[in-house]
């Protein structure tokens, strides 16, 4: 399958970190996805859509606290 995107690249199933915003928080969450290996688009599956909305939902009603990696600066 050709990238619809930059229309070179050629898609392959892999696993990403998809970054999940909320509010502020950013999640970095590990999903199987087709990516582009020329400009790394990713195009996930009805699936991961799923689980990285059970994911966002798990982070809002606090079932789930995963480790913070990072932090977010703000420069006023
Ligand atoms: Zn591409």
Redesign the pocket.
């Known amino acids: 399958m050709h990238?619809?995107?930059?229309?070179?690249?050629t898609?392959k199933s892999g696993t990403v970190q998809a970054e999940l915003r909320i509010g502020t928080d950013h999640l970095m969450v590990p999903v199987e996805a087709d990516v582009?290996?020329?400009?790394?688009?990713a195009y996930y599956s009805t699936e991961a859509m799923r689980h990285l909305e059970q994911v966002r939902e798990n982070f809002l009603s606090k079932v789930i606290a995963p480790p913070s990696v990072g932090h977010v600066y703000q420069i006023s």
């Not at 990238?3 to 690249?9: E, F, L, S």
């Not at 582009?36 to 688009?41: K, L, P, Q, T």
Request: proline share 0%.
């Open positions: 990238c619809v995107i930059c229309k070179r690249g898609v582009c290996d020329e400009c790394g688009e």
